[in-house]
């Protein structure tokens, strides 16, 4: 069974930085491309990161450019996202999703991990 | 890319049919003859599950009252006949260019 458990959320000020990890299971964790896809209170899905298998390339919203990092560790199946320079817009719940194989949509997410940025 | 999603509500008793349309800015077929248009519902309190892949491919397990149809930029999901458990939030995603979500439709059972 596909599972994919998100941690790490937290209370943080403005300006500050968080790390939220995914642990996956299930599957050949290394062999396939992973998303971060946030949602803020209330409002609908914004695809936040994307990584591939390899860690060879990763793209970013550019709403969090310059700002997020995605990493991975195979050995670890753990996918990661290291959130810098925090902003109030930036509070949501982050979800883990495994994208399938063979194109490109999302066949699994995690519960999601609750971020929020206040003073 | 663009998406957009109409109606942004409704409201559908149980044993109706139900459909909502997505477009996109560009078109989503790409280079490999593939039309990478999902589909995905969140119901209230839960993480989002994938209905439909590619346009028109029911992803395991979803109920055959589920389809989806369309080409190029304008795509629908029908639901033939709506249940209770039909409830909930539903998104259409591109996957050409990156990722992008619709707005989300909020289907409501009377």
């Known amino acids: 069974e596909v599972q994919l458990v998100e941690s790490g959320g937290d209370l943080v000020q403005p300006g500050g930085s968080l790390r939220l990890s995914c642990a996956a299971s299930g599957f050949l964790f290394s062999t396939y491309n992973m998303n971060w896809v946030r949602q803020a209170p209330g409002k609908g899905l914004e695809w936040v990161s994307y990584?591939?298998?390899?860690?060879?390339?990763?793209y970013y919203a550019e709403s969090v450019k310059g700002r997020f990092t995605i990493s991975r560790d195979n050995a670890k199946n753990s996918l990661d996202l290291q959130m810098n320079s925090l902003r109030d817009e930036d509070t949501a719940v982050y979800y883990c999703?495994?994208?399938?194989?063979?194109?490109?949509?999302?066949?699994?997410w995690g519960q999601g991990t609750l971020v929020t940025v206040s003073s | 890319i663009v998406m957009t999603q109409t109606p942004l509500s409704l409201s559908v008793t149980p044993g109706q049919p139900a459909s909502i349309s997505c477009k996109s800015s560009q078109s989503l077929l790409f280079s490999d003859g593939k039309t990478y248009l999902s589909w995905y519902l969140q119901k209230p309190g839960q993480s989002p599950q994938v209905l439909i892949y590619e346009v028109s491919s029911r992803f395991s397990g979803v109920p055959d009252r589920f389809s989806g149809s369309g080409s190029g930029t304008d795509f629908t999901l029908k639901i033939s006949r709506v249940e209770a458990e039909d409830a909930g939030v539903y998104y259409c995603m591109q996957g050409v260019d990156l990722f992008t979500f619709g707005p989300g439709t909020t289907l409501d059972i009377k």
């Open positions: 990584i591939t298998s390899n860690s060879g390339t990763k």
């Open positions: 999703a495994k994208l399938v194989s063979n194109g490109w949509h999302i066949d699994y």
